[in-house]
């Protein structure tokens, strides 16, 4: 029988691999979100947490982490979720004459979301809100989730042997400081 | 189905119903202790922050469950009711699981100072508050805070708290050690002329009754800890009650109401366990499901003789619910203080627990847990930075091992009308109907809170901090993990719903073992004051219901 690329790659890191080794092999598919969707998302994240020298959130897999959880603990805000989003489109049409933020350019696109953080459009104050947050979650929480792949907020914070645990320190001399 | 009859039921597995349930099976009473959670190991949970009992974006780990449990809550802006899902903020979530809070609490082993249970004689009336003195003073709980901490395990160091109240005898356990960030932030209150001294932990710092010491992991607060050195009911009574032989421990029962005879005496409690509704008859009925769940099930308890609930005649049930303001604020240091060690709290000072010019009580102060990564990028930042971009994310990365909080449990005024109701019209999965929460806070809390914020940042400057930024508590509402005051303890049965003791007044077979029994709330994490008063509640229990 053959083995495909995810059991490969699964079987690869069970034995060495770390986890970012696994690579596109192990891939998340969408469940939720059309190919649009998911961009418009990453667009979104990549301006809340931009990339420089670590990912930005969009490609540390917040579309990911908001497909899953929308299908998940998220599941009965999928009617306000499908509601702000069909207003943002509206809105964006509406001021850029018919365009949708996918066609805007990255700029335009800063300076919408801009202005809904200044408080110009109060109409979307709760999506994006609500985006905001499931994208710091994404970004800072566990990779198990969907998002923050291979560990990238817990590189750049460097604390990946914080957030192990105790036990990968255990033995270590304990901290300094008065007894 | 009635099952065969038993000399008491606890309703609880937390703090208070763990310790009675010990009491009383050591005691040789036959004991049937009913958690509606399960008991939840640590490679269950373990230190995922998006799911665990401090960061619930993804659910509770340590329960209650979002497809089992709801809640009615007021809201602030509307006045109305809305439902609320045990994972969102306002629900007012306490764990639901073997241990209750102690299974994933932060364990500051805190004792009252002496002046929290002597309010209204210390501070006289607040205009608009029930303010009043406990029936009961410091002195008279003092042994049960030492059995507490000899039973439960508490580390610290025993005289290095001036402000303490007398204490016969020191700390199981020596204090575990500070880490780089509490080393630095003593120094910096002994420059004020402050007095720091190591946290009391419900930790051990050493081996102890076949138990690790403490490993220096951070993961303290909202987890389960991974080398079980945090000592919790579900790890030390609770499992010592099972093992005398006459204790029943029963995890996913739920309690539907405490069933009373034709005299109006309490003749058990019926419960769903296993998709049935049982009946277990028992001399005595302990309840210990906390400040929200024990007023719903007495309230949920109605019949000829208690028409409005068990215990409630005097419309006193539910009533003055509290929580605690809490206030501080954070620092930005040159270099970086965090060392990763655990427990991260570390370092705390009473002095402004009391003596506060014009303000009613005050708080503990004490550095902060784990600053988790999702919850320090969502909360803490100066006003300077925005919440998300270049400038958001350089912040997040740079400041984040160099800042550190302080924060501080302030002590509220309790308020006639933040109450715990129950909603006939909206039920849980078993049909039971909710407990529907109505809370606003005091101004006074709110001015309380500003001044120990204030405190909190003079802290910071003296220790180090080259920018500070204050963190004050909102007065649009309490309750929160350190609930208590629901069943508020007397002498009066017209001002009050149980006995000094803890017994319902009016129904001498039902006691209440936990915080709703607390008058007020101290200005310290309540959990070994709960511990304590259901150490006093169980003897007392034993003494009155031991068989000639």
């Known amino acids: 029988m053959p083995v495909t690329r995810r059991e490969a790659a699964a079987a690869m890191a069970a034995f060495i691999l770390p986890l970012e080794a696994q690579g596109p ?64 489109s509206s809105v964006v049409k509406h001021h850029y004459q018919g365009r949708s933020f996918l066609t805007l350019t990255p700029d335009e696109q800063k300076e919408f979301i801009g202005s809904i953080e200044r408080g110009a459009v109060p109409a979307l104050r709760g999506i994006f809100d609500f985006i905001h947050d499931l994208t710091l979650q994404s970004y800072f929480g566990s990779p198990e989730h969907g998002g923050n792949r291979q560990r990238t907020s817990w590189k750049m914070l460097r604390i990946e042997d914080v957030m192990d645990g105790g036990h990968a320190r255990h033995g270590a001399p304990a901290a300094g400081g008065e007894k | 189905m009635r099952l065969d009859p038993v000399d008491a039921v606890v309703v609880g597995a937390g703090a208070g119903g763990g310790v009675v349930a010990y009491v009383l099976a050591k005691a040789g009473f036959r004991v049937v202790l009913l958690e509606r959670g399960r008991e939840v190991p640590f490679h269950e949970s373990g230190h995922d922050e998006l799911r665990s009992q401090r960061t619930t974006v993804l659910g509770n780990a340590f329960g209650p469950d979002d497809s089992h449990y709801v809640r009615q809550i007021r809201s602030p802006l509307t006045g109305f ?24 609490y932060g364990a500051m082993a805190w004792r009252f100072h002496p002046k929290d249970f002597q309010m209204l004689t210390a501070y006289g009336q607040v205009e608009g508050s029930t303010l009043a003195d406990w029936p009961i003073t410091y002195n008279d709980l003092e042994p049960y805070y030492e059995r507490a901490e000899y039973e439960i395990g508490v580390s610290g160091k025993a005289g290095a708290n001036p402000f303490e109240g007398r204490r016969q005898k020191a700390y199981p356990m020596p204090p575990l050690p500070y880490n780089r960030e509490a080393a630095r932030m003593a120094a910096g209150a002994r420059k004020l002329g402050w007095h720091p001294f190591p946290i009391p932990m419900a930790i051990n710092s050493v081996e102890r009754d076949g138990r690790a010491g403490c490993i220096a992991c951070p993961h303290c607060v909202g987890f389960g800890c991974e080398a079980d050195a945090k000592n919790g009911t579900q790890n030390t009574v609770i499992p010592r009650a099972v093992k005398t032989g006459n204790c029943t421990l029963l995890t996913e029962a739920v309690a539907k109401e405490i069933l009373t005879d034709a005299a109006g005496k309490a003749a058990g409690v019926a419960y769903y366990h296993q998709g049935r ?40 049930v539910g009533r003055n619910l509290q929580g605690h303001a ?12 965090f060392d990763g060690t655990g427990p991260a709290a570390r370092v705390a000072l009473c002095d402004f627990n009391h003596g506060n010019k014009g303000i009613t009580g005050g708080a503990m102060m004490a550095n902060e847990f784990i600053r988790l990564p999702y919850l320090f990028a969502k909360n803490v930042r100066p006003p300077r930075v925005p919440r998300y971009g270049a400038e958001f994310k350089k912040f997040v990365r740079e400041a984040y091992k160099k800042t550190a909080g302080v924060k501080g449990p302030v002590q509220e005024m309790p308020l006639w009308d933040n109450r715990v109701e129950v909603d006939p019209k909206v039920a849980d999965f ?31 400057k003296a220790s180090g901090a080259r920018e500070t930024w204050l963190q004050v508590a909102s007065l649009n509402g309490t309750g929160g993990q350190h609930q208590a005051g629901t069943c508020r303890m007397g002498k009066d049965a017209k001002t009050s719903v149980t006995t000094p003791h803890g017994r319902l007044h009016g129904v001498d077979n039902v006691y209440v073992a936990d915080g709703s029994v ?28 031991r068989r000639a």
Not at chain 1, 32 to 50: D, H, Q, S, Y
Request: hydrophobic share 40%; glycine share 12%.
């Open chain 1, 25 to 88: 092999a192990d891939a998340p598919q969408l469940g939720f979100f059309t190919p649009n969707g998911a961009k418009l998302i990453e667009i979104i994240a990549n301006i809340l947490i931009p990339p420089d020298e670590f990912p930005g959130a969009g490609d540390a897999g917040a579309a990911y982490y908001i497909d899953k959880q929308m299908q998940g603990h998220y599941k009965d805000k999928l009617e306000m979720w499908r509601a702000g989003l069909f207003t943002f």
């Open chain 2, 81 to 104: 009711f809305y439902r609320v899902k045990p994972s969102e903020g306002a629900y007012n979530n306490v764990a639901a699981c073997l241990g209750g809070g102690t299974a994933s």
């Open chain 2, 277 to 316: 509704l049982q009946e277990q008859p028992a001399r005595v009925v302990v309840v210990a499901c906390s400040a929200t769940e024990t007023p719903r099930l007495l309230l949920n308890s109605k019949s000829k003789g208690h028409p409005n609930g068990l215990g409630n005649a005097n419309d006193w």
């Open chain 2, 326 to 337: 809490y206030s501080g604020a954070y620092g930005l240091f040159e270099e970086e203080i």
């Open chain 2, 430 to 460: 078993w049909g039971i109907p909710v407990a529907a929460i109505t809370t606003r806070r005091h101004p006074m809390d709110g001015e309380t809170g500003r001044f120990i914020a204030e405190r909190a940042a003079e802290w910071l």
């Open chain 2, 518 to 545: 607390m008058v007020t709330n101290g200005g310290f994490n309540p959990s070994l004051t709960i511990m304590a008063l259901a150490f006093r509640t169980g003897e007392k229990i034993v003494r009155d219901w």
